[in-house]
């Protein structure tokens, strides 16, 4: 990669001139127009220092950096590594502490990481092969096999999902030729886009909230991301709960 081209790209990228980055990253202009134009070679501090400037993702960083001819400063151990333990503790206690409503944790491309018991009533029906663990949570949504059939506003909910996955064209690509056309909304949407479901126990109406963990300086555990489902009205609550109740009596575990 060329380093002063990657630099001038993500500049762009991001609407900055080359004032505004120099003035975040404690440069001159003229010092960051030498290196963006390759005259000047920055060195390692300075080449953080721009990353962490324009905010980049931490998989970015460290390819800044290797463009420059340096070594990656941020690791990237897989989730099972000791040095991930905490975390892996961590997701297990919000996954269980989120029950009886659905929450999934996911990795950059969207692939399924772990979910808790009551993700079962989002994948009901879906064909085996789209659920699971590594398997593409956005493909399990908006593929006929998966949950699309069930969904009522599969059209908003797919704009929704397409909206997400800019840094990923190819899986975007692929999953926009399952969008239906959406129609023009009269009058306003709401607070939020919610996901309008079929289940076994009733129509379900759903919020999502994203959680990521904003001080990680691991680059897998930058890249996670925690979705948790939350009922948009009480009728969905109630269906929850009843699923996870009927969940735990199929395990053979006592009522609450």
Do not use: C
Not at 17 to 37: C, K, M, N, P, V
Not at 91 to 109: K, M, N, T
């Amino acid at each position: 990669m060329d380093f002063p081209r990657a630099l001038r790209e993500r500049r762009t990228g991001r609407r900055l001139s080359q004032l505004d980055l120099a003035l975040r990253a404690g440069t001159t202009q003229r010092h960051l127009s030498f290196i963006e134009s390759g005259r000047s070679l920055p060195g390692r501090r300075m080449v953080v220092r721009l990353a962490e400037s324009l905010d980049l993702p931490l998989r970015d960083r460290n390819e800044l950096l290797m463009a420059a001819g340096y070594a990656p400063v941020y690791p990237e151990n897989s989730l099972d590594a000791p040095e991930l333990a905490p975390v892996r503790a961590a997701i297990e206690q919000i996954l269980r502490g989120h029950l009886p409503y659905p929450a999934v944790v996911v990795d950059r491309r969207g692939d399924l990481v772990v979910a808790n018991s009551a993700f079962d009533v989002i994948t009901e029906g879906a064909a085996a092969e789209l659920v699971g663990p590594g398997r593409n949570v956005y493909r399990l949504a908006l593929h006929p096999d998966g949950v699309a059939p069930r969904i009522r506003n599969l059209a908003e909910w797919s704009r929704h999902i397409l909206t997400r996955l800019d840094h990923l064209p190819d899986l975007r690509d692929e999953l926009a030729a399952y969008a239906p056309a959406l129609e023009p909304s009269e009058g306003l949407l709401g607070f939020a886009v919610p996901l309008r479901l079929r289940s076994s126990y009733g129509e379900l109406s759903l919020m999502t909230t994203v959680t990521t963990f904003a001080t990680a300086v691991d680059v897998t555990l930058a890249e996670l991301k925690l979705e948790a489902f939350l009922p948009a009205d009480p009728e969905t609550a109630r269906a929850l709960t009843a699923a996870a109740g009927a969940a735990a009596a199929d395990r053979g575990e006592p009522k609450a």
